[in-house]
């Protein structure tokens, strides 16, 4: 059974840093695309960035360039999300998402799986 | 690039059917035949229940159908019940700004 399992919740203070992460289980974890997709308290969902395990390509959605890093750890099975210094408007919850695919444009592809979500809260 | 406008809430009694709606552009919705549907319960992750607009995955109720007309996408939930109740996303791959755009989100009231 496909599943993507995340880190547990975090509550942090602004300007402190964060890695969150998300453990592919149940599937050849190195050929599928992963995303993080945000979903701030009562909004909707925004994509985030998506990286390949494979080979670690990655892309970013242009409102998350520069403000996160993604990267990946084949040998663990597990891809993270980072920052290096946190805002208060970073409060929200993020998702991992699996597309059903190894193209290399995978922007067709619908999320498959999803992780249960990492609740962040960033407060002073 | 906007998020795909959908209506806050649509309410049915159970066994009815009710129709949620998806409005995007010819970037979007309207350009490509890669719209997808996820329902989301509260405090729970979304679940995909349509991708390229018609089609559900292994595992999914065929209660819910979806269709799409020019720049707008729709999803269909026929003989509603109780446990529809939660938001519903569209979501389009878009050819401007970030590939991938999501819906403002509907909230389906069982009454």
């Known amino acids: 059974e496909v599943q993507l399992v995340q880190s547990g919740a975090e509550v942090k203070k602004p300007g402190e840093s964060l890695k969150i992460s998300c453990e592919g289980v149940?599937?050849?974890?190195?050929?599928?695309?992963i995303g993080w997709v945000r979903q701030m308290p009562g909004k909707s969902l925004e994509w985030m960035g998506i990286?390949?395990?494979?080979?670690?390509?990655?892309r970013y959605s242009p409102s998350f360039e520069g403000q996160v890093t993604i990267s990946a750890d084949k040998s663990i099975s597990t891809t993270y999300l980072q920052w290096s210094s946190l805002k208060a408007s970073d409060t929200a919850i993020y998702y991992c998402?699996?597309?059903?695919?190894?193209?290399?444009?995978?922007?067709?592809?619908?999320?498959?799986?999803w992780g249960q979500g990492t609740l962040v809260t960033v407060s002073a | 690039q906007s998020a795909l406008t959908q209506p806050a809430s649509v309410s049915g009694s159970p066994g009815q059917s009710i129709t949620i709606s998806c409005t995007g552009t010819?970037?979007?919705?309207?350009?490509?035949?890669?719209v997808s549907w996820y329902q989301q319960h509260p405090a729970k992750a979304p679940k995909l229940l349509i991708y390229?607009?018609?089609t559900r995955p292994s595992g999914v109720s065929d209660r819910f159908s979806g269709s799409k007309s020019d720049n707008t996408a729709s999803l269909t939930i026929s003989g509603l019940q109780a446990e529809d109740e939660a938001l519903y996303y569209c979501?389009?791959?878009?050819?401007?700004?970030?590939?991938?755009?999501f819906g403002t989100g509907t909230t389906v009231t069982v009454l």
């Open positions: 998402a699996r597309l059903p695919s190894a193209a290399y444009n995978p922007y067709i592809y619908p999320f498959d799986y």
């Open positions: 149940g599937y050849n974890f190195t050929k599928f695309w």
């Open positions: 990286i390949y395990p494979g080979d670690s390509d990655t």
């Open positions: 010819s970037s979007d919705v309207g350009g490509f035949g890669h």
């Open positions: 390229d607009v018609t």
């Open positions: 979501s389009s791959y878009s050819s401007d700004g970030a590939p991938w755009v």
